[in-house]
């Protein structure tokens, strides 16, 4: 799915996408993008971890990856919760 998703885009400067998480920015906006439930999650997650931006962007493209292994189209609420418990803990 990734490779039908990126042939001939070029990333980061002259490189070609390759994976999700070649993805930047710009990327993870047309190619991450989720339901009202799944922005709900995703923003108490990001208070109740403290994450930061890049941390976001990585659970996006996590959740991307997630949703391309179970044949789906779209990002679902499973495939954010589902990314968003492999991110380590933080040691208080």
Request: hydrophobic fraction near 45%; charge should be positive.
């Given at each position: 799915?990734?490779?039908?998703?990126?042939?001939?885009?070029?990333?980061?400067?002259?490189?070609?996408?390759?994976?999700?998480?070649?993805?930047?920015?710009?990327?993870?906006?047309?190619?991450?993008?989720i339901d009202e439930a799944g922005?709900?999650?995703?923003?108490?997650?990001?208070?109740?971890?403290?994450?930061?931006?890049?941390?976001?962007?990585?659970?996006?493209?996590?959740?991307?990856?997630?949703?391309?292994?179970?044949?789906?189209?779209?990002?679902e609420t499973a495939h954010l919760?589902?990314?968003?418990?492999?991110?380590?803990?933080?040691?208080?």
């Amino acid at each position: 799915m990734q490779r039908r998703r990126f042939a001939g885009i070029k990333g980061h400067g002259v490189l070609a996408l390759r994976c999700n998480a070649d993805m930047g920015r710009a990327e993870v906006r047309e190619y991450c993008q989720i339901d009202e439930a799944g922005r709900s999650l995703l923003k108490a997650a990001m208070q109740q971890l403290a994450m930061s931006a890049r941390a976001f962007h990585r659970v996006l493209k996590l959740a991307r990856t997630i949703a391309d292994l179970a044949g789906s189209e779209r990002i679902e609420t499973a495939h954010l919760a589902e990314a968003i418990q492999y991110r380590p803990r933080r040691q208080l």
